[in-house]
């Protein structure tokens, strides 16, 4: 399993070691640092790698699943990002998505459209993206898709 932009890893709680051999990328050297000590205290083996998720590189097809959560907002180009994904992805393997982008109604979209250039100043993050959009842009197939937070809070499970 191979999870990008891992942070200070969030979702290591959340896997089965006894059944996930875990490689976990992000460009922070701070945050792996972090992680690293999570994996450490959960008694994980993990494959940390220092790289910026654009730039990074695996032979096609190494990975059974990939995780994303909350990265496609900060990428220059999030739809070459997820044909770098499908491309790492076995094709009978999954990609889970835990994604922010444009919500679900006129009033919300405005705000984002409205309140982007500063969340990008800050954050260096796009509020303002059509995250099913990029998903069906790149090739991936979505398979079930569960939205939240007026819509803003976007739950992909894919296929390559």
Same mark, same amino acid.
């Given at each position: 399993?191979?999870? !990008?932009?891992? =942070? ?34 959960? *008694?994980?083996q +993990?494959?940390? !790698?220092? &790289?910026? !998720?654009?730039?990074l590189?695996?032979?096609? *097809?190494?990975?059974d699943? +990939? ?6 907002? =900060? ?5 070459? +990002? ?5 491309? /790492? ?8 998505? #835990?994604? *922010?982008?444009? =919500? =679900?109604?006129?009033?919300?979209? &405005?705000?984002?459209?409205? #309140? ?9 993050? *796009? /509020?303002?993206?059509? !995250? +099913?959009?990029?998903?069906?842009? &790149? ?9 939240? /937070?007026g ?5 992909? /499970?894919?296929?390559?």
């Open positions: 399993m191979l999870e !990008i932009a891992v =942070g200070a890893g969030a979702n290591f709680p959340y896997y089965d070691m006894a059944q996930v051999r875990l490689t976990a990328a992000d460009f922070s050297p701070m945050m792996l640092k972090r992680a690293a000590r999570i994996a450490d205290e959960l *008694h994980m +993990v494959n940390l !790698i220092e &790289s910026d !998720i654009e730039t590189e695996f032979p096609e *097809h190494s990975f699943c +990939v995780v994303s959560t909350l990265s496609l907002c =900060g990428y220059d180009n999030p739809e070459q +990002v997820l044909r770098n994904i499908r491309s /790492w992805c076995r094709p009978d393997g999954r990609i889970c998505l #835990l994604e *922010h982008g444009l =919500g =679900g109604n006129v009033f919300l979209k &405005s705000a984002q459209h409205l #309140l982007n250039p500063i969340a990008r100043k800050m954050s260096g993050c *796009h /509020w303002n993206r059509d !995250i +099913v959009q990029i998903v069906k842009n &790149s090739g991936l197939r979505i398979e079930r898709m569960e939205r939240y /937070w819509g803003m809070i976007h739950l992909i /499970w894919a296929r390559v």
